[in-house]
């Protein structure tokens, strides 16, 4: 499976528009990039999946660049519950055994 | 509430003591996993059922660990003669697996439970 590099920390204020970028330089061909957070004290939750260009959901928006070699997460106008960790993940869809592969994540802190 | 439940939520025991833990996925979906997660860490793969069937085990998982998932619903992850290394969180997750064919992309979606917090003192 790829690795992936994220910040270890972000600070932003309520508010704002909050991007998170994941370096995964050695992508494969079949991987997708999927984005999960997590609240102290509970499991991780999906947020968002995409393969290349922009994806968008109720919560928030990837983008992938052509070559797939990073991704951004984007979340509009945060708020202080959006403080959480936030993991990138890449992996191939298999349809066998999909275990996940964390890395240590970016702990994203919302400032009132 | 129907998401994915775990029993207990936290476990306090002395070193060399065996524990228990407790999984209830999604009722309808037959993958469930177990994963393991320290301080300042991701989650780490343990395990994996399809079904009853255990498919894989991570290197993580020594001789001491158990899980089992009987009936292809609930499943136990056992500890045997604990060690302070095993002070952890652990997590289960459950997933539905997507079929050929139907334009599902994409990595399955996992959905953990709250996890077990477990420290051996």
């Known amino acids: 499976l790829a690795k992936t590099t994220q910040p270890i920390s972000m600070d932003s204020y309520e508010g704002q528009e909050v991007n998170i970028t994941c370096s995964h330089n050695?992508?494969?061909?079949?991987?997708?990039i999927t984005w999960y957070q997590q609240f102290p004290s509970q499991g991780p939750r999906f947020i968002i999946q995409?393969?290349?260009t922009k994806v968008t959901n109720e919560v928030a928006s990837l983008f992938i660049p052509a070559d797939r070699k990073s991704s951004t997460l984007s979340l509009p106008r945060v708020s202080l519950s959006d403080t959480a960790v936030y993991y990138c993940?890449?992996?191939?869809?298999?349809?066998?055994?999909?275990?996940?592969?964390f890395g240590t994540g970016t702990r994203l802190t919302i400032i009132p | 509430d129907t998401g994915v439940s775990q029993d207990p939520r936290h476990k306090i025991t002395k070193r060399g003591q065996n524990v228990t833990f407790r999984c209830d996925p999604i009722?309808?979906?037959?993958?469930l996993y177990w994963y393991r997660q320290t301080l300042g860490q991701g989650p780490e793969f343990l395990t994996y059922?399809?079904?009853?069937?255990?498919l894989e085990k991570s290197r993580l998982l020594s001789d001491r660990f158990s899980a089992e998932r009987p009936k292809g619903s609930f499943s136990t992850l056992e500890i045997q003669r604990t060690e302070q290394g095993d002070s952890a969180m652990y997590l289960c997750?459950?997933?539905?697996?997507?079929?050929w064919g139907t334009g599902q992309e994409g990595q399955e979606t996992q959905y953990f439970g709250p996890g077990t917090r477990l420290l051996v003192l």
């Open positions: 993940l890449v992996g191939d869809p298999n349809f066998g055994n999909e275990k996940l592969t």
């Open positions: 995409g393969y290349k």
């Open positions: 050695n992508i494969a061909t079949n991987d997708y």
């Open positions: 009722s309808e979906h037959n993958r």
């Open positions: 997750a459950s997933s539905l697996p997507r079929t």
């Open positions: 059922f399809q079904n009853e069937a255990q």
